[in-house]
């Protein structure tokens, strides 16, 4: 199983947008939201947190019965009761923590493989990545995207496909921003010198590497695949996560994102919930919420790249350079 289908299989999870502390792809659990979660959503995070770890070793593990059984080559046996109580210990409950152990047992026993990852996360991966040429290309995709989803919106059909369309247009629109925010920032390290070294030098995840002289001089050779690299993992309605790369690297505040929290979390229902909240019931989405939803993006990205154009498209004498123009509903 590679990498990406471990990713959609992380994403059929029931836990909450705030369970989650994803810095990379590899699912990580917050330790204050899992601290005061109900026993049922403790027992699903350890679960999730375990398994987009380790596998069953007949998965990806090579078998030898003159040498015994399983040859573990790409580390372990790991036992579940060592991992999850190392891992999780004083921030769970012991009994929701021993009652994962039992069914991980269950399930497998007490060697288990580490899954072993296609790829190495801090390597770029030209397959899902993004190429972005000119400053105005993420704002021009956003809007191109937006259009799209407003045409979705104007076909007829049956009134529960019409509810469905909705609910993939209301998902749509942050999907739309994400990638908007991830494009805007791929252009900036891959044309902006100073904001490449803000980043590396700003952020935790590039600042506090322990590196070898020789592992430097590596990563100083391939810095903006590594950094674009980091890019590619982030999730991006971590909003958290997604401040610090445009207050340190583009040097500017963000517009506010508290116009996508609430929105963020109904997508959540939507996409990882079959449209249904945690209690079962149907999330419902007009067309009104999907228009105000939209409004709200065209405005945070407006913001952003007017300051942006500010700091980033001046020249010499203060004449503005290649300054991406403003989007409105319905423009090409």
């Known amino acids: 199983m590679g990498w990406n289908d471990r990713l959609e299989e992380w994403d059929r999870t029931n836990l909450p947008p705030e369970a989650l502390d994803n810095e990379s792809a590899i699912l990580e659990i917050d330790n204050t939201w899992l601290s005061s979660a109900t026993p049922a959503q403790q027992r699903e995070a350890l679960k999730a947190w375990f398994l ?136 900036v390290v891959e044309n902006d010198e100073d904001a490449l070294e803000k980043i590396v030098t700003k952020i935790d995840h590039f600042s506090k590497q322990n590196l070898t002289l020789g592992e430097i001089f590596i990563k100083q050779k391939g810095l903006k695949d590594f950094v674009k690299a980091y890019l590619q993992d982030t999730v991006w309605h971590k909003w958290e996560k997604v401040a610090p790369m445009i207050v340190h690297g583009l040097q500017i505040s963000p517009p506010s994102f508290k116009p996508f929290i609430e929105p963020v979390k109904k997508r959540h229902d939507i996409v990882h919930r079959s449209g249904q909240t945690k209690d079962g019931a149907p999330i419902t989405v007009d067309a009104e919420e999907i228009a105000n939803l939209m409004a709200e993006v065209r405005n945070f990205a407006n913001s952003l790249n007017a300051k942006m154009a500010e700091r980033f498209f001046k020249g010499e004498s203060g004449s503005e350079v290649a300054a991406p123009v403003q989007i409105t509903n319905g423009s090409n």
Do not use: K
């Open 52 to 187: 987009a770890r380790y596998c069953d070793p007949a998965n990806e593990t090579p078998y030898i019965s003159a040498e015994g059984g399983y040859i573990f080559i790409h580390g372990g046996p790991y036992d579940p009761q060592e991992e999850l109580g190392h891992r999780f210990y004083g921030v769970a409950d012991d009994e929701a923590i021993e009652e994962v152990v039992s069914e991980m047992y269950m399930q497998v026993g007490d060697r288990w493989a580490p899954i072993h990852w296609d790829r190495d996360f801090e390597d770029y991966d030209e397959d899902f990545g993004v190429v972005v040429d000119e400053p105005d290309t993420p704002r021009l995709a956003l809007e191109r995207r937006l259009n799209q989803i407003t045409e979705l919106l104007s076909l007829d059909g049956p009134s529960t496909a019409m509810a469905l369309a909705r609910m993939f247009a209301f998902s749509g629109t942050i999907t739309a921003l994400e990638s908007f925010l991830w494009e805007t920032m791929t252009y």
